[in-house]
DNA sequence: TTGTAAGCGTTATCAA
DNA sequence: TTGATAACGCTTACAA
């Protein structure tokens, strides 16, 4: 590997020259700075990023922390962080955990080992968690998806998760549904809680009680979907309409459904966050709240590169998205006799 | 930032003691030892990875190179590849190119620089820019989904292209089909021509002669798919089985067959690389090869993480793991009088 | 078993 | 405008 000490020699200058040349920084005569340039590119000299990390004490990386890479969402998320990094010389380090918390906390020692120049996470933990996990790298810290409560001062990109899940939940009420049950996240987890929230809201507008088992908490896989509507389907009062928090525990629901003989939207209707038919190829095509994955990204990694505004080394920044709702075909009007 | 210094002066001992016992090298005498990993602890030590790096000219990352993060396929590999990293301590640096020549380009040169110890890739190149662009790193190179000719050596992880494309191919003959036309990736990708390679043998082997207007080129996107299949359903004689070399393409190409008032597999069978339907909740369960992904990129990583065997510094391993064959719901026996 | 010291390739300071 | 030189935090001969 070619370095700086390679090009002085041969052009008789001095390292800090031709540093300056390569950095664009600091006066340099033109015509040294043409030679330079010239044995820079004829060399093919390639910074080494190290060297350049430990002097600075930065690096040009993000690290990113997802609890499930093969989750579309997660991907897409990624995918935007990712252009934007790269359109300014940065790259992105992908952790996964498969959401648990020792990798989660695994993945922030490994990113702050590396200096990353920040760290974007869609977080399992808690608040309490968040302080003692992320309280830590004194790089910027954002999360997504799943944000910590306002008592902890952190940036976040997110959407309005009480509005939009109110927002789903009124859409089924207004055609007619009152026993809609939901499958939530791990308790916890605040943005979960925020989207319990909007959906009780809604009901409570319309003057339905929300019954305690009329909402269960899941782990965001498929699987618990399923367990989860078979115990549904299994009461003496089951719902009309059921709300799932992502899109693997949909697939999930509305497995336990068709396998139970139903049809949706005629017997059940569903709606859910972040399951909308990407593909345009799905049998359902899901109600769902649609964040707006890429450009979460690319806020995210932005709130990373952007220098601070004047003063605001502490100052936190919650960046609220607009969300979509997809009506798909998902929701129906009830059975007569069953709302 | 506590580094090494501040932990040997608050125990009196050599910074290079604590660098033994820290990397686990060396003898150092037990009760030091204890001492030391005590301090470490309290004092919540975290190696500076740049400077570890930059002395030892090596790095604990491995880069990925993917054309689309968005295509689950690419996500499920570097999920792969996260895994096995994460277990040997090592982290992920993911490029996306949007299949872009320059992307990839600029993302080669940004992992030389970073001085990871291994960059796996799905190139979009042939075997020309991949000598000119791949050559230059002096860490290991594996490829994996496109990968170059024999002519190259290289590390590998794939399929059997021409044997999975002839299962497919075969598939459909075997049900009655003729004229199998196909929706290929772009010439010069290596992996593609075997593919098309395999579907001319089967077509062969049963005595069919595959016209050259039966095979058009996409881009790997759902448009081209689309697009691709619109013109072959103009022609005096159209496909009775359509074979597209990946998921999104044979969206496009579903679509475009429901758009003509078509039915899958009634009027026209389908299918594609990678396609299959892993929700389980697709209208059309597309005939899939299926790619062993989160294997293909575990052991993608491994070839770069295992120390290589005594001498082989510039063995190259073609590794081809297993493909799985998923028939799915979307071949059928052509109508009568068609095929 | 431990300590001293050189040096990895850069950037940054200071003097020329 | 340039050059010499001292770091950055770590690993690793080599010496003690």
Chains 1, 2 share one sequence.
């Not at 409560?149 to 309005?160: G, K």
């Not at 549904?232 to 693997?248: D, E």
């Not at 972040?274 to 769902?288: E, F, H, K, V, Y």
Request: with cysteine; net charge neutral.
């Amino acid at each position: 590997m070619v370095k700086l000490k390679d090009i002085a020699a041969r052009l008789g200058v001095s390292v800090s020259t031709v540093s300056r040349v390569v950095n664009n920084k600091d006066r340099v005569d033109p015509e040294t700075r043409k030679r330079v340039l010239h044995a820079l590119r004829e060399m093919n000299y390639q910074p080494d990023e190290n060297a350049r990390r430990l002097k600075t004490n930065t690096s040009n990386v993000l690290g990113v922390i997802v609890p499930d890479l093969s989750n579309p969402f997660y991907a897409s998320v990624i995918k935007g962080i990712e252009r934007e990094a790269a359109g300014h010389g940065y790259s992105v380090i992908v952790c996964n955990t498969d959401e648990t918390r020792e990798r989660e906390r695994d993945a922030v020692a490994l990113l702050i080992r590396q200096k990353v120049a920040g760290i974007i996470t869609a977080t399992t933990f808690g608040d309490e968690e968040v302080r003692r996990c992320y309280g830590l790298p004194d790089c910027p810290v954002v999360f997504f998806d799943n944000i910590p409560s306002e008592q902890i001062e952190t940036h976040c990109v997110t959407i309005d998760n009480v509005r939009s899940a109110r927002e789903l939940a009124g859409y089924m009420i207004e055609r007619g549904h009152r026993r809609i049950y939901m499958i939530s996240g791990p308790r916890g987890e605040y943005s979960a809680d925020e989207r319990v929230h909007g959906w009780r809201e809604a009901l409570k507008a319309a003057g339905i009680t929300a019954r305690d088992g009329w909402i269960v908490r899941g782990d965001f896989r498929e699987e618990s979907g399923r367990r989860i509507m078979e115990d549904f389907l299994t009461r003496t009062q089951p719902p009309t309409a059921v709300l799932a928090a992502n899109n693997f525990m949909a697939y999930g629901a509305i497995k336990a459904i068709f396998a139970a003989g139903l049809s949706i939207p005629e017997d059940i209707s569903v709606g859910a966050f972040d399951a909308a038919d990407t593909t345009g190829l799905m049998r359902i095509d899901i109600a769902s709240i649609v964040q707006p994955s890429e450009d979460i990204g690319a806020v995210a990694a932005e709130l990373c590169l952007k220098p601070l505004p004047p003063g605001g080394a502490r100052i936190s920044r919650r960046m609220v998205l607009d969300h979509r709702f997809i009506k798909g075909h998902s929701v129906a009007q009830p059975r007569a006799g069953k709302g």
